[in-house]
């Protein structure tokens, strides 16, 4: 199975900026979407961005203007280069992808990265 890496997370403060990063490794396997999600205590696991094999993108509205998803294909990594941060941004986040191999279609997830906004 598509096994995915991240890195880059930590503490920082308001107003700063964190860059995560997330690589898919494997054999003979085709990425899709690829995509980040965050889940803060006591709360849902949330979507925050995602983006297509040709670079369409999506955001949650708390993040909009904010937050910007993108991927290497060659290196079937995705990056979240989140600005502006904010204390209510403190999550773990987690990177996931659709992945295909052979004819089977699933959803890989990496182990999650804690990001920790101090006001």
């Known amino acids: 199975q598509v096994q995915l890496v991240e890195s880059g997370g930590g503490l920082v403060q308001a107003g700063e900026s964190l860059r995560l990063s997330c690589a898919a490794s494997?054999?003979?396997?085709?990425?899709?979407?690829m995509a980040w999600s965050r889940q803060a205590p006591g709360k849902q696991r949330e979507l925050v961005a995602q983006?297509?094999?040709?670079?369409?993108?999506n955001y949650a509205g708390s993040v909009k203007d904010r937050f910007t998803i993108s991927r290497d294909n060659d290196k079937n990594t995705v990056y979240l280069q989140m600005n502006s941060l904010k204390p209510e941004d403190t999550a773990v986040y987690y990177c996931w992808c659709t992945a295909t191999q052979l004819r089977w279609t699933y959803t890989a997830w990496g182990q999650g990265s804690q990001v920790t906004v101090s006001s």
């Open positions: 983006i297509t094999t040709e670079g369409v993108t």
């Open positions: 494997g054999n003979g396997f085709s990425i899709g979407v």
